[in-house]
C-alpha cells in the first residue's frame, strides 16, 4: 500500500505522524506544569493527568524525554513535577536574544500599515520618554519627533501609558520635575495626572489629545517584558483632522493589542 503524506515515514521507519502528536502531547505536559509554576505549585502525577485528560502511564511516557532533557523535573520524595533546569537554560537564551526594537519592528510596521499614522516606540526615562525607533507613513503629514529625543510624561501619550503602570517613585520624578503648561489641554496638576493614569489603567491605553502638540492626537498602550514590568510604550499617532475623538476610541484597543503582542514576544505573561 502506498503511503500519504500524512504517513510518511522518519529514517528509522516510524511513520512520522504518530511522533508529531506525540511531540504535542509532550508539550502539553511541558505547558501544564509551566502553567502552575507560574502560579508557585508542583503537579503531583495524578492531578497532571486529570488536567490534561490523559492516563497516568501516557504522562509518564511522555514526560520521560522531557525530564531526560531537563525541561522537567521529579521529586524524588513526592513524585511531584516541576520545571527543570533546562527549562531555565532555554528561556535565558531567549531572552538573551530578546531587543525592543527588534521584537517590535514588524508588530509597529503593521500597526502603520493598519491605521495609516506615524507609530513611534519609546522607552521610560523618567520624567521624559526616549524615542527608539519610528515608522512614517510617507503619504501622511510628517511628526517632527526623531529617534533619540526626549519628551515629557505627563503630556504625551506613550508616557502617560508607561507611567501608568510604574513604581509609585516614577510618578514622584515626573511631578517634581514640573507639569507646566504645552498646551491649553495639558494636565497640569498632579491629581488631574494621577485620576488620568487609573484611567488608563482600566481601559488599558493612553490618549494625548492635543496635549503635547496643539493638533495631533496619539494613541499608547504600554509593553512590558518577561518580569511583566513596563519597558516601553507603543503608539499611533497624527493630525486632528484624521484621529476624530471618535476615531481615537477605535484605535485605542486596535494600539492596545499590538502592545500585548509585543509583550508576549519579550516575554510578558500579562
Known amino acids: 500500500m502506498t503511503s500519504t503524506a500524512a504517513e510518511s ?7 512520522e505522524r504518530n511522533q508529531s502528536a506525540s511531540l504535542r502531547r509532550a508539550l502539553a505536559v ?5 502553567d502552575h509554576a507560574a502560579a508557585g505549585t508542583d503537579l503531583g502525577l495524578t492531578a497532571l ?43 535565558q537564551a531567549y531572552l538573551a536574544t530578546l531587543d525592543l526594537r527588534t521584537a517590535a519592528s514588524e508588530e509597529a510596521h503593521q500597526l502603520m500599515r493598519e491605521v495609516g499614522g506615524t ?23 510628517r511628526m517632527a519627533s ?8 505627563y ?10 503602570w510604574m513604581p509609585e517613585d516614577a510618578f514622584a520624578t515626573v511631578v517634581a520635575d514640573g507639569l507646566p503648561a504645552i498646551t491649553t489641554r495639558t494636565l497640569t496638576s498632579a491629581a488631574a495626572l494621577r ?40 503608539s499611533t ?3 486632528t483632522s484624521r484621529i476624530t475623538a471618535a476615531r481615537a476610541r477605535e484605535l485605542g484597543p486596535v494600539v492596545a493589542a499590538t502592545a500585548a503582542r509585543v509583550s508576549r514576544t519579550m516575554g510578558s505573561t500579562r
Open 9 to 15: 515515514r522518519t529514517p528509522e521507519g516510524r511513520p
Open 30 to 34: 511541558l505547558e501544564h506544569v509551566r
Open 49 to 91: 493527568a486529570d488536567g490534561l485528560g490523559m492516563s497516568k502511564s501516557t504522562v509518564l511516557r511522555l514526560a520521560a524525554p522531557l525530564v531526560d532533557a531537563q525541561l522537567l523535573a521529579r521529586d524524588r520524595d513526592s513524585g511531584h513535577f516541576r520545571l527543570g533546569p533546562g527549562a531555565l537554560r532555554l528561556g
Open 119 to 141: 507609530v513611534h516606540l519609546c522607552v521610560p526615562d523618567a520624567p521624559y520618554v526616549v524615542y527608539v525607533d519610528k515608522v512614517e507613513n510617507e503619504t501622511a503629514v
Open 146 to 153: 526623531r529617534i533619540g529625543s526626549r519628551a515629557p510624561m
Open 155 to 164: 503630556c504625551t501619550a506613550v508616557g502617560k501609558a508607561m507611567l501608568a
Open 195 to 234: 485620576t488620568e493614569l487609573t484611567r488608563i489603567r482600566t481601559r488599558g491605553y493612553a490618549v494625548d489629545d492635543r496635549e503635547n502638540e496643539p493638533e495631533v492626537r496619539c494613541i499608547a498602550a504600554p509593553v512590558f517584558d518577561h518580569n511583566n514590568t513596563v519597558i516601553g510604550a507603543i
Open 237 to 239: 499617532s497624527a493630525l
